[in-house]
């Protein structure tokens, strides 16, 4: 059934232009760490849209600025590993993310002198580190950085790049941070220019009659009916045929604490893959929660006092999500966790992105994987 839905839908969505350049700068990357023997980690980031139109103007989009790719390539790239970015168009990068996710304009970093352009004293430090980790990595070529927009874009990328991975076996590993659209519209389905508002103007598709579907997404009247098809769920493929030796991370994002463990629970059954990430919307920023067969269930939070800043974060939710926790801990946590989340980060001690406590328990549960894949290769 899995292998029917992936020919359906790769047979009717045409590839995207640059699928062949993707695929000849992977190639090379992939073929030139598997030779150095190096562990190399595809990370997707950033939303996928859904074009409403052939010659898109009106889409739907998924929320996600690519904090969470972004900030894990870096930290992947200080633990050694070669990272490919498939990366949502213009969300968030790794290094450059420090900039460009930013209330105050980069240009406010920077002042005019005697001609030059030089870095305000203040953040020379900073800019500095960032500046030396960035041109280290591009030194050693260990960075790949490919692009995606639409939904389709991104399934045809993820899908050659996997099986260009399947030689690295274990030490392949797939880190799936890219917020994936559920729905969709098929390419027979959708009209081909910009879907009119104004009824004067709005037509029936000229080329529909009762033997074929409507399209996806038209006006009725004075509504715009859109109907979405679900996309397929291609993680077990990825899991069974794409690269069936790489390990593989997907996320779980929730808004509601109460099912968050149960869901996470439920993918890592239904896909058979290796580690899902748990997470809700307020507190992403603080606290994960990691469901896998080989080590249980296991919570990753910063310290209160150590927290980044987080405009949407909601601190009173620390911990609700939680469920392990005794009936005690449950309800003292969101207090203590708000009343800590009130004060300042002490002076000298910088707050903790939680990725730079989620990439190394991940590079040790990646650890254990290849010892045991070695072990029943070998026994």
Sequence with gaps: MANDSERDYFSNEPPPKDLQANVTLAREFIHRHHEQ??????????????????????????????TRGATSAEFFLRHGYAVIFLHRQFSLLPYSRHYSHNTRSFLDFMRDEDGRVVVDEQHQHDMLDVLRQYNEVKRDGRLLILSFVTITEYLW?????AQLMRPLGPRAMFYLAAAVSDFFVPRHRMVEHKIQSNEDFAHQNPSADLAQDAPAARTEGRKLVIDLEPVPKFLKQLVDGWAPDGIIVSFKLETDPSILVKKAKYALEKYSHHLVIGN????????????????GEKWIRVPANRRTKSFSGV????????????????????????????HAVPTGEPAVEIESLIIPAIEQMHTKYIEQTQSRQTG
């Design 315 to 342: 601190p009173s939710l620390v911990g609700s999500a939680d469920l392990s926790a005794t009936e005690k801990e449950a309800q003292e946590a969101p207090l203590q966790s708000l009343l800590e989340t009130e």
């Design 157 to 161: 990328d993820l899908r050659e790049v």
């Design 280 to 295: 809700l919307l307020n507190t992403r920023k603080w606290e994960v929660v990691f469901v896998s067969k080989m080590e």
């Design 37 to 66: 023997g190096r562990r190399l980690v595809l990370v997707t980031s950033g939303g996928t849209t859904v074009p409403l139109e052939t010659q898109t103007v009106r889409y739907i989009d998924n929320f996600s600025a690519g």
